[in-house]
C-alpha cells in the first residue's frame, strides 16, 4: 500500500509517513507513552550547505525526508504485567530515530581534534591497510560514512557512500549499514526508504538491527520482541534485510507533501 497526498495537514503527514504505527501502538496492551516530535522541515538552503561541505549528494529520498522534516523521533514505553515479582514496571522500549541534517556527522575519512592517544576511525583504517579491500565500507578518507541514528549507543546505522575504483566515474547511489561496536559492517538496506519501512515494521524494539546480522538478537532483546512483537520472530528464518516491494510500503513523494501544502497556504494568503 502507498501513500500518494497532495495537501495534507501536520497530523496526517506524520501518520502517513508512520504508516499507521502510532495507532497501532496505542492499541497494543502495555505500550504507553508515545511521544512523536513533530519538527519544522529543514531549510533547502541547509540540505545544499551540507552537500557543497561534504563534496556529495544526499539520495533522492532522504532530501525529500529532510525537505519536509528536519529529522524523525518516535519513543514509547512499555509496562510489564510482571518481571522479576516486581508488578507495574513501565520501561523505556521503542525508539525510532533519524538524525536531523545537522547531527548527520561523517564519521570516517576525518580526524578528530580529542585526545592525539586515543585512536579515531582513521587511524584504524591506516592500521588495516594491509588487508585486502572487500565490499563492505571502510574507514578511509574515499569513503564517506555519515550517522543516521546513534542506535542509543550500541550501533551505529549509518549513510555510507562506497569508495569507488579510481578511473570510475558512475554515480552510485548511498546504501545503508550497520556500524557495531567491535566495528564490523553489516549492510541492512538499499535505499534510505527502505530502511525508514524496516525501522517501522520493527517498531523501533530495542537492537533490532541486530536481526540482519550474524550474531542476532541478545536475549533481552528477543524477549522484548517476543513479548509486543511476536509475528516477527514466528516469521520464517530472515535471510536479507530486502523486504518484498510488493508488501506495505512508504511512496518517498510523501516525503515531500508538506513543502506543497505550505506552498499553497501562501498563495491563498
Given amino acids: 500500500m502507498t501513500f500518494v497526498v497532495d495537501v ?12 499507521g ?3 497501532l501502538l496505542e492499541n497494543t496492551p502495555g505500550v504507553q507513552g ?55 514496571e513501565v520501561l523505556p522500549i521503542g525508539n525510532l530515530r533519524i538524525n536531523s541534517i545537522a547531527e548527520l556527522k561523517r564519521l570516517a575519512g576525518v580526524k578528530s581534534s580529542g585526545d592525539a592517544e586515543c585512536p579515531n576511525l582513521l587511524d584504524i583504517e591506516i592500521c588495516n591497510q594491509s588487508e585486502p579491500r572487500s565490499t563492505k565500507p571502510n574507514f578511509g578518507s574515499k569513503c564517506k560514512v555519515f550517522e543516521l541514528d546513534p542506535c542509543q549507543n550500541v550501533a551505529k546505522v549509518c549513510l555510507v557512500y562506497m569508495e569507488k575504483p579510481e578511473g570510475d566515474t558512475r554515480k ?35 537492537q533490532w538491527q541486530f536481526r540482519f546480522t550474524p550474531m ?14 511476536p509475528h516477527l520472530l514466528a516469521e520464517q528464518e530472515v535471510k536479507s534485510p530486502r523486504f518484498d516491494p510488493s508488501l506495505n510500503q512508504i ?19
Avoid at 495534507?8 to 504508516?19: G, K, M
Avoid at 548511498?174 to 525501522?199: C, N, V
Avoid at 542476532?216 to 512483537?229: D, H, S, V
Wanted: proline fraction near 4%.
Fill in 8 to 19: 495534507v495537514s501536520e497530523d496526517s503527514f506524520y501518520e502517513n509517513i508512520c504508516l
Fill in 21 to 23: 504505527l502510532t495507532k
Fill in 34 to 88: 508515545i511521544e512523536l516530535e513533530k519538527r519544522l522541515p529543514c531549510e533547502r538552503m541547509l540540505i545544499s550547505s551540507w552537500e557543497q561541505r561534504h563534496l556529495c549528494s544526499l539520495p533522492e529520498d532522504l532530501r525529500q525526508f529532510y525537505s519536509s522534516t528536519d529529522g524523525f523521533r518516535l519513543i514509547w514505553n512499555y509496562e510489564y504485567a510482571a518481571l522479576d515479582e516486581i508488578l507495574g
Fill in 172 to 206: 552510485e547511489e548511498p546504501k545503508i549499514w550497520l556500524l557495531d561496536r567491535s566495528y564490523e559492517w553489516h549492510f541492512l538496506a538499499d535505499t534510505f526508504t527502505q530502511y525508514f519501512r524496516m525501522m517501522l515494521v520493527h517498531q523501533g524494539l530495542p
Fill in 216 to 229: 542476532g538478537l541478545t536475549p533481552w532483546a528477543e524477549q522484548m520482541m517476543f513479548m509486543i512483537c
Fill in 251 to 269: 511512496d518517498p513523494s510523501i516525503f515531500k507533501t508538506r513543502n506543497k501544502s505550505s506552498k499553497q497556504k501562501k498563495g491563498d494568503k
